[in-house]
């Protein structure tokens, strides 16, 4: 088993910033960060591949940046102009592979996200006021 953990989450005001860790206990080749608000459901936010690829969800684009430490088996996502609209719970989430889709072979957020993400971490708070 893969064990996820993160922090960094908190309460901040409009217009702040904070910085997601997420640390694992073995390599991964996918990990992404994704998020649940109240009453929603789960949305995929940001993924970093092997090769530190990224893609992002176009509600953070701009905003948020998703890097890797390999060597510390560890992402973090840095948030930025943080909006009350990004209020959830974020999640960090893993998995041994990436899967081939359209010719190519990736990490998603979008489609596919049980077939890549085998391991999920308990999830950090993050409220933004206004």
């Known amino acids: 088993q893969v064990q996820l953990v993160e922090s960094g989450g908190g309460s901040v005001q409009a217009g702040g910033s904070l910085r997601l860790s997420c640390v694992a206990s073995r390599y991964n080749y996918c990990m992404g960060w994704f998020r649940q608000a109240p009453g929603k459901e789960r949305v995929g936010l940001a993924s970093?591949?092997?090769?530190?690829?990224?893609n992002y969800a176009d509600s953070v684009k701009g905003r948020f940046t998703i890097s890797r430490d390999s060597a510390k088996n560890t992402i973090y996502l840095q948030m930025n102009s943080l909006k009350p609209e990004d209020t959830a719970m974020y999640y960090c989430a893993a998995g041994p592979s990436p899967i081939w889709t359209g010719g190519r072979a990736g990490c998603p957020i979008k489609e596919d996200v049980p077939n890549v993400y085998d391991y999920w971490g308990q999830g950090t708070q993050v409220t933004v006021s206004p």
């Open positions: 970093i591949d092997n090769d530190a690829s990224a």
